[in-house]
């Protein structure tokens, strides 16, 4: 099979009906097994939780990386193309080594007739390139949930919870301690659990689980693992101290920006000290450490891109992948900072170009922003987008008033709309779907990262 013979192929499973995903979902330990067990050669970690696990995983395969272990990582959702759920240390497979392992799985699917969700074909294409890269360390990210995730079939024994918030409710229940039941499914008899800050609910749903388990090591953020923050990097730059029950790390950069990153940030370096502590590896020291985490990017979140050009515009876009609620509340702060003193309710410099699916609560992530900043309101290519349209009639009436809010019909249409109303050298935010910014990415002429 060639590349597009594989995309096309996983966008055709991604249409399937969720019974139909959920009855295939059984089938993907056998058709490892069928495939050798490529996963029994690799040591590492699961990434579960609501918001953070993208960049937690990514600070964890610098720290493996930097002790020098060659490292998989398996992120989800991809942004721009599937190659991006397939990488070593750090970087997207090639499109030629995504579609040998792609046909490698697809052979066995056919041979043994075990047919896979979308999420376990990824799998294991994943960890059949691992094997033919030689990867000796995975860092594996769950989709949603915890318990049902794909990704657990490969049995690691250390669990991350970066955390827990209201997202895919639809799935994972109402409330904050049934989506904390749901992420904390994913931990298994003999675990080390890495626990992130939870909130009251979802900390009392999460031990009422972990209760359950015997021979469980736990660390968790302000209790086992320390983080502190200050000044002493170049020109006065923030470093961070990050201590773990395995050691301390002394001003380690934490590249991502936002103060959220700083906790990520210790999750990540926690979970490569407890792969150390179950013997799977090895301690870095403290300059290594420092080049990885420093070389450490993650696209789409709080991405400034300072010289964006799209048509005869030129600007400043910032791409954020927050799809919840909290990620939104999370994140704007920060982008209140970018935008600068320049902005005003008069004389706007920013505009946010917004998409979700269906199944978020869209009119609470949009809540969260600055009413002065013009809205473009727009859907992407995923069949589960919300209509503009509703979404606009979803907004208060205040905010649907003027030019407060507009629709376009696709993510290129509404970043030019944006730029239009931002003006030369303005800002446009893009967020509300991590899909809108792999399409703005598409868009604007960035290539997979």
Same mark, same amino acid.
């Given at each position: 099979m060639d590349y597009q013979q594989c995309t096309d192929h996983l966008r055709e499973l991604y249409r399937l009906p969720r019974t139909e995903r959920d009855a295939r979902r059984g089938n993907l330990p056998e058709l490892l097994t069928a495939l050798g067990r490529p996963q029994d050669g690799l040591r590492g970690a699961m990434v579960v939780g609501t918001n953070g696990k993208g960049s937690t995983a990514a600070f964890a395969v610098a720290a493996l990386s930097a002790s020098g272990q060659r490292?998989?990582?398996?992120?989800? $959702?991809?942004?721009?193309e599937p190659r991006e759920r397939v990488r070593i240390d750090g970087r997207p497979v090639s499109r030629a080594?995504?579609?040998?392992?792609?046909?490698e799985v697809v052979a066995a699917i056919e041979e043994h007739h075990l047919p896979l969700s979308a999420a376990g074909l990824c799998t294991a294409v994943a960890v059949a390139h691992f094997r033919r890269a030689g990867a000796t360390h995975v860092v594996a990210e769950a989709s949603i949930g915890g318990r049902r995730s794909a990704v657990r079939a490969l049995e690691l024994d250390v669990k991350v919870i970066t955390g827990v918030g209201l997202d895919h409710t639809d799935l994972l229940g109402g409330t904050l301690a049934q989506i904390a039941r749901a992420k904390a499914g994913a931990v298994r008899d003999g675990d080390h659990v890495v626990l992130g800050r939870l909130d009251p609910q979802a900390q009392t749903a999460v031990e009422e689980v972990l209760a359950g388990r015997t021979g469980l090591t736990l660390w968790q953020v302000d209790r086992h693992i320390h983080c502190t923050a200050r000044p002493g990097?170049?020109?006065?730059?923030?470093?961070? +101290?990050?201590?773990?029950p395995r050691g301390e790390h002394r001003?380690? #950069?934490? #590249?991502?920006?936002?103060?959220?990153?700083?906790?990520?940030?210790?999750?990540?370096?926690?979970?490569?000290?407890?792969?150390?502590?179950?013997?799977?590896?090895?301690? $870095?020291? +403290?300059?290594?450490?420092?080049?990885?985490?420093?070389?450490?990017r993650w696209p789409g979140r709080l991405e400034l891109l300072t010289d964006a050009r799209l048509d005869g515009w030129h600007g400043r876009v910032l791409l954020d992948g927050a799809h919840n609620p909290q990620g939104v509340a999370t994140v704007v702060p920060e982008i209140e900072?970018?935008?600068?003193?320049? +902005?005003? #309710?008069?004389? #706007?410099?920013?505009?946010?170009?917004?998409?979700a699916t269906r199944s978020k609560d869209a009119p609470a992530m949009l809540a969260a922003l600055p009413d002065r900043w013009p809205l473009v309101l727009t859907r992407?290519?995923?069949p589960d987008a919300s209509d503009p349209a509703a979404l606009h009639t979803g907004l208060p009436p205040a905010r649907r008033a003027g030019a407060g809010a507009v629709t376009a019909p696709d993510t290129a249409t509404a970043l030019r709309r944006a730029a239009d109303l931002v003006g030369p050298g303005g800002l446009v935010v893009v967020l509300g779907s991590l899909r809108l910014v792999g399409e703005s990415r598409t868009a604007l002429g960035l290539p997979p990262a």
């Open positions: 490292v998989g990582s398996m992120p989800s $959702p991809h942004l721009q080594e995504f579609a040998a392992a792609f046909t990097g170049t020109a006065g730059a923030t470093v961070l +101290d990050v201590a773990t001003a380690v #950069p934490c #590249p991502l920006p936002g103060t959220h990153q700083h906790h990520n940030l210790a999750l990540g370096l926690a979970a490569a000290a407890a792969l150390a502590e179950r013997g799977h590896a090895r301690i $870095p020291t +403290d300059e290594p450490l420092r080049r990885a985490l420093a070389a450490t900072r970018i935008a600068g003193a320049a +902005d005003s #309710p008069r004389t #706007p410099r920013a505009a946010v170009v917004f998409a992407t290519g995923s």
